[in-house]
């Protein structure tokens, strides 16, 4: 059973920082692809970072140079480092694995889902 548990998120102003936290069943650290998506109120769920297997990492353009995803082995942690948010990044924030190595942005690809996180960026 993969389990994903993201802490975090919460409310910031604008141009400020936070890291998110995802920590994930060893098996699927070591094996599976891990991203990040989010979703915003009215809108459909969105890619934002992801990191397959073998390290290879993808960001969505719209928070390329302004997010960095990460992994902790010792913890088993997926981090999102965002910096210099905007309103427009405000929205519930996902942690998400893909049984398989390689990544994708295809929301139905990913069998295994966090909670979300709530991250709400005032202006």
């Known amino acids: 059973q993969v389990q994903l548990v993201e802490s975090g998120g919460g409310p910031v102003e604008a141009g400020g920082s936070l890291r998110l936290s995802c920590r994930v069943s060893?098996?699927?650290?070591?094996?599976?692809?891990m991203a990040w998506f989010r979703q915003a109120p009215g809108k459909e769920r969105e890619g934002v970072a992801r990191?397959?297997?073998?390290?290879?990492?993808a960001y969505a353009d719209s928070v390329r140079d302004r997010f960095t995803i990460s992994k902790d082995s010792s913890g088993n942690i997926l981090y999102l480092q965002m910096n210099s948010l905007s309103p427009e990044d405000t929205g519930v924030y996902y942690c998400?694995?893909?049984?398989?190595?390689?990544?994708?942005?295809?929301?139905?690809?990913?069998?295994?889902w966090g909670q979300g996180t709530q991250v709400t960026v005032s202006s």
């Open positions: 990191i397959d297997s073998d390290e290879v990492i």
């Open positions: 060893e098996y699927a650290y070591r094996h599976f692809c």
């Open positions: 998400a694995s893909r049984p398989a190595g390689r990544c994708t942005w295809q929301v139905p690809l990913f069998g295994y």
